[in-house]
């Protein structure tokens, strides 16, 4: 039975650190794989195959290696002087996407809840330092609560789609894009986000020794990310190609369900921010760590420092500049994993 738990807390975890934003408001499922119609599907099975055995690949070296942070990971593939640069180029990616994750938990408590922008932000900050405080623990626990009520969402979202006229759509759709754009998406998606989880999945692959329990936590939760995958892109689907106009596509769908769903939907939107911040701090704090020596609790509060005064200001235009990049250096990264052996992986 303890087995079996730990085995579930690296599944809702490994969900839980995949699953951001961007993946709940729709908008990556729709430029990943809903724009290529039928075709879609398809790129979802090579998302979920590679998120199945990468991440389990992924946390097997880190157990392997005694991976401390990410940056043990990357200097065992490329090397101790490269891995290093890396993990620097890594560090200012994860402090832009937490000032950015951050921007956005202030948002919501600001447009959909009644309260002011600061109100949300100081909220959000005092619920990511208590938390870390406790380290990787309280990181399981969240993605524990947070993770089967996304599971839920989809499972709703799922039901009421099978029901609607047209449900079928996702098989009939046609797309513009070319066969090279369409086999690309799934290797972009499943390289930036697994590349991105790392600041999580490592320690977490180090902390937990049992092979077993690793790849049946990514079994399990490599096929939990294809599973709400596919959902949203078959409710997507439905609605296309008016859908594609929306910011946040999803929310869209939301509405339709009524405002008890909706509820539910604004509340989910705001946990996966939380629970991709959390994973992004808590990874940064183990790097910074190494360099600086500071006490754990020191380290966290001058990151969250960091994205609150960023957060101020907002950070679109440098994260616009380091996605492509860090796109570009997660197909590099995605061929270096694959490369390196792990116990038959």
């Known amino acids: 039975m303890r087995r079996l738990g730990l085995t579930l807390q690296v599944a809702l975890t490994y969900i839980g650190t995949i699953v951001g934003a961007g993946f709940a408001s729709g908008q990556e499922i729709l430029q990943f794989f809903t724009r290529f119609g039928a075709w879609g599907a398809a790129a979802i099975l090579i998302s979920t195959a590679m998120f199945v055995w990468l991440g389990a690949k992924m946390m097997?070296?880190?157990?392997?290696?005694?991976?401390?942070?990410?940056?043990?990971?990357?200097?065992?593939?490329?090397?101790?002087?490269?891995?290093?640069?890396?993990?620097?180029?890594?560090?200012?990616?994860?402090?832009?996407?937490?000032?950015?994750?951050?921007?956005?938990?202030?948002?919501?408590?600001?447009?959909?809840?009644?309260?002011?922008?600061?109100?949300?932000?100081?909220?959000?900050?005092?619920?990511?330092?208590?938390?870390?405080?406790?380290?990787?623990?309280?990181?399981?626990?969240?993605?524990?609560?947070?993770?089967?009520?996304?599971?839920?969402?989809?499972?709703?979202?799922?039901?009421?789609?099978?029901?609607?006229?047209?449900?079928?759509?996702?098989?009939?759709?046609?797309?513009?894009?070319?066969?090279?754009?369409?086999?690309?998406?799934?290797?972009?998606?499943?390289?930036?986000?697994?590349?991105m989880a790392q600041a999580v999945l490592v320690p977490l692959g180090a902390r937990i020794r049992d092979r077993g329990v690793i790849v049946a936590g990514a079994w399990i939760g490599g096929i939990g990310i294809g599973f709400m995958l596919l959902v949203g892109h078959v409710a997507l689907s439905l609605y296309m190609p008016g859908i594609s106009q929306f910011a946040i596509p999803m929310g869209g769908i939301a509405r339709e369900l009524g405002g008890t769903i909706q509820?539910?939907?604004?509340?989910?939107?705001?946990?996966?921010?939380?629970?991709?911040?959390?994973?992004?701090?808590?990874?940064?704090?183990?790097?910074?760590?190494?360099?600086?020596?500071?006490?754990?609790?020191?380290l966290i509060l001058a990151i969250l420092a960091f994205c609150y005064a960023a957060s101020q200001i907002g950070f679109g235009p440098l994260v616009s500049t380091l996605y492509p990049l860090f796109g570009l250096f997660s197909l590099g990264w995605l061929f270096l994993i694959i490369r390196r052996r792990s116990l038959g992986l």
């Open 263 to 298: 509820l539910i939907y604004i509340f989910l939107i705001f946990a996966e921010i939380f629970t991709t911040l959390i994973a992004d701090i808590y990874g940064l704090s183990l790097q910074l760590r190494e360099r600086l020596r500071w006490p754990r609790e020191l």
């Open 60 to 195: 097997l070296i880190a157990s392997e290696i005694g991976a401390r942070s990410y940056e043990d990971l990357n200097k065992t593939l490329f090397g101790p002087k490269a891995g290093r640069w890396v993990s620097y180029f890594m560090l200012v990616v994860l402090l832009a996407v937490s000032a950015v994750m951050l921007a956005g938990a202030g948002s919501i408590f600001n447009e959909h809840l009644g309260l002011h922008y600061q109100t949300g932000l100081l909220i959000t900050l005092l619920g990511c330092f208590l938390l870390l405080r406790k380290g990787m623990q309280a990181i399981l626990v969240v993605n524990t609560i947070v993770v089967p009520i996304m599971l839920l969402f989809t499972a709703i979202i799922m039901v009421d789609t099978i029901r609607s006229p047209g449900s079928d759509r996702w098989l009939l759709l046609g797309s513009d894009y070319s066969p090279w754009a369409l086999w690309a998406s799934p290797l972009l998606y499943a390289a930036f986000n697994l590349s």
